[in-house]
């Protein structure tokens, strides 16, 4: 039986990953923060057949004795102070855990001496004002703390690589998003401020920039990727992306047109949700990681919608209303995943 070691698997990304490998037959271990309050909700299905250990990534030698203690095959480093306008306010936080996080499991893994393979959670936020499209040749110029943090993650998992012959790969996943997302993504946030607005519980939804363009994919979708990125021979930094970029307020008027309402009198803009510097357009060229990963996007934006939606609005206590049906889901989609 394999065994992985996934940082930050309390997240979107982290649970679904859990729940994957754990299918895979893997051995799951996972590092949580101590907390006073329960933390640990999207996991809580899955919370028996885990192995969880206290830590943080800003504890090296905490780090240390885990992996020294677990031996993994495989680690999945997705911790992170990942939201790109809270970096703006806690950047010397999220350079710590972000850059120096990353450098401390790097280490640690070094310094164990284990052939383990390492998959790196890298961010399309990293190429920020770079024109798109964006690819595994595109130069970096990152527009936030985050971005900044995680192009010095990025490099130094290459120069570990470089340096010490160790399988580090970096995947540079564009926006990704789920009924699992954090709530003050914007993905989320437009949903479930939806769902809301139509259930009587909001009367409005604060937004900051409207015209901003990003790549989305689904979240479960892509913690299948970061998988098979640490099953090929060799170590290599891929773009994952769908190759489709909308607006935010594209997003807004696909879930007004499922909705059957057109609710923009509900949506207001409040320049605190601006950020200071803005990454306006990420759309990923991903040719490299659909060859090498004999992959191609499954669930489209539409579907998105739909699912964020369905998921949102049934928590609520509302029938989906969508294209004339009481219901509408994708037949595709697993959805025991997300219950």
Not at 103 to 117: F, Q
Not at 196 to 203: D, S, V
Not at 246 to 260: A, E, N, P, R
Request: glycine letters at 8%; one cysteine or more; charged letters at 25%.
């Amino acid at each position: 039986m394999k065994k992985a070691l996934v940082t930050g698997i309390s997240g979107q990304d982290g649970s679904y990953l859990a729940e994957f490998l754990l299918s895979k037959g893997y051995s799951v271990h996972g590092i949580v923060r101590r907390s006073s309050s329960f933390n640990t909700g999207r996991i809580d299905r899955i919370f028996d057949k885990l192995h969880l250990h206290f830590g943080d990534i800003s504890d090296a030698s905490n780090l240390t004795n885990i992996i020294r203690g677990i031996k993994p095959d495989e680690i999945y480093h997705l911790a992170a102070m990942s939201h790109v306008k809270v970096s703006f306010e806690e950047p010397i936080y999220t350079t710590d855990i972000g850059a120096l996080g990353t450098l401390r499991l790097l280490e640690a893994i070094r310094k164990s001496g284990l052939p383990i393979k390492m998959y790196n959670a890298a961010s399309s936020e990293m190429f920020g004002m770079t024109p798109p499209p964006q690819n595994e040749n595109t130069p970096f110029r990152p527009r936030s703390p985050y971005g900044v943090a995680k192009v010095a993650a990025f490099h130094n998992c290459r120069n570990y690589r470089d340096g010490y012959g160790m399988f580090v790969s970096n995947g540079i996943l564009f926006n990704h998003t789920s009924p699992r997302r954090g709530h003050t993504f914007v993905s989320k946030k437009i949903t479930k401020g939806i769902a809301n607005i139509l259930a009587g519980k909001q009367n409005e939804l604060l937004l900051g920039n409207l015209d901003a363009k990003r790549d989305w994919g689904f979240a479960p979708e892509y913690v299948e990727l970061m998988w098979r990125i640490l099953q090929l021979d060799k170590p290599v930094d891929l773009c994952i992306g769908s190759g489709e970029s909308v607006s935010i307020q594209s997003f807004l008027d696909k879930v007004f047109k499922y909705v059957g309402f057109n609710l923009e009198k509900h949506i207001k803009i409040d320049a605190k949700y601006y950020r200071p510097t803005e990454v306006e357009f990420l759309h990923c060229e991903n040719s490299k990681a659909k060859k090498l990963l004999n992959w191609e996007p499954r669930i489209s934006i539409d579907d998105i919608v739909k699912i964020m939606l369905d998921y949102d609005m049934e928590e609520v206590g509302l029938l989906v209303i969508g294209e004339g049906k009481d219901i509408v889901k994708n037949k595709n989609f697993d959805w025991s995943v997300i219950k």
